[in-house]
């Protein structure tokens, strides 16, 4: 058996923050940086993703915060979450690296007609080169508040000490806008028993969604 090996917690299922996306170069072009902030102000409150501006590496990089509610149980290391570039949810009395089970939460912008098929194709297409023993599993739908549905698979990678074992739901959301965003909320486990004993918060959220 080979040796297992460690990893961060989260970063496998993060893609790397880009300093700009086509959107805030459009916003840009029509006015600059006071045209940028309104670009981030704008919206009804009904839009599930909210777009803030943080500094990574001495540059100003966007963060997409998709609106999940913290778990009953849970409580949200925004500090984290923020170097990670997701929303993060932790076990009540739990830390990021003591909790058996965290929860995280991240959105991306879309590329041009991308579907929730293409999404799951490509984030598990950049697992396995990552992780090429990783079995996935495909599970039941999720159907959200809105009655859209997340697509469900389970993640078992041995080699992972710090996640072997993982739920990832995907969906499609778009903004006010009319961008479309890729939603991804993953639960992810130090051993199968902490994955059961979190999954039912998990499912909660991806159903209040």
Same mark, same amino acid.
């Given at each position: ?61 966007p963060f997409f915060r998709p609106s999940f509610a913290v778990p009953e149980g849970w409580w949200e290391d925004h500090k ?10 932790v076990p009540t009395g739990e830390t990021f690296d003591s909790a058996p089970a965290i929860i995280y939460a991240l959105a ?30 495909r599970l039941d739908d999720v159907r959200r508040n809105d009655g859209a549905a997340f697509q469900l698979h389970h993640f078992?990678?041995?080699? /992972? @000490? ?6 990832? $739901?995907?969906?499609?959301?778009? =903004? *006010? ?7 991804? /909320? @993953? ?6 028993? $902490?994955?059961?004993?979190?999954? =039912? *918060? ?8």
């Amino acid at each position: 058996m080979s040796a297992k090996y460690e990893t961060g917690r989260v970063p496998t299922h993060v893609r790397p923050a880009a300093f700009m996306t086509f959107a805030f170069v459009r916003c840009l072009a029509a006015g600059g940086l006071a045209a940028l902030a309104a670009c981030f102000a704008a919206g009804p409150a009904s839009a599930v993703v909210e777009k803030v501006m943080t500094m990574c590496g001495g540059q100003l990089c966007p963060f997409f915060r998709p609106s999940f509610a913290v778990p009953e149980g849970w409580w949200e290391d925004h500090k984290t979450g923020m170097r990670l570039g997701v929303r993060l949810f932790v076990p009540t009395g739990e830390t990021f690296d003591s909790a058996p089970a965290i929860i995280y939460a991240l959105a991306r912008l879309g590329q041009e007609g991308e579907d929730v098929v293409a999404a799951v194709a490509s984030h598990h297409e950049t697992w396995r080169r990552k992780v090429p023993e990783v079995a996935i599993t495909r599970l039941d739908d999720v159907r959200r508040n809105d009655g859209a549905a997340f697509q469900l698979h389970h993640f078992v990678s041995p080699n /992972l @000490a710090t996640q072997p074992y993982e739920r990832v $739901a995907t969906g499609i959301d778009g =903004d *006010a806008q009319g961008s479309p965003f890729v939603i991804r /909320l @993953a639960l992810t486990a130090k051993t199968e028993a $902490a994955l059961k004993q979190a999954e =039912d *918060a998990f499912v909660t959220l991806l159903k209040r969604y």
